[in-house]
C-alpha cells in the first residue's frame, strides 16, 4: 500500500482502485501530534486502509521523537488492539 505523507495539509493518503483514504493530524505543542480525522471510501473499507495510514502516521510520529493524542475514536481503538505502540500516547 503506497500511503503519501501530504505535509502542508497535514494528512496521510492513500489513494487505491475503488477510493481513497486519509489521516489528519495537527501539530501541537510540546511535540504532540493529534491524530484528529480517519476517512475510508466505502469500497475500500475492511481491507485493513485505516490501520495501515494509522500505521505510517505513528511511525511518522515516532521517527520526530513526538508524542501521539488520539482523539479520533478509530485512532484511538486502533492503540487500544496495539499496546507496543501505547508508549507514543501523550
Known sequence: MD???DAP???FTVQLEGGSG???YEELPGGVIEFHHTWVDP?????GTA???V???VAWARARGARVEPTCPYVRSWFERHPEEQDLLA
Open 55 to 57: 500505521r505510517a502516521g
Open 9 to 11: 495539509n497535514r494528512r
Open 43 to 47: 469500497p475500500i473499507r475492511k481491507q
Open 51 to 53: 490501520a495501515e495510514l
Open 3 to 5: 500511503i503519501t505523507h
Open 22 to 24: 486519509e489521516l489528519q
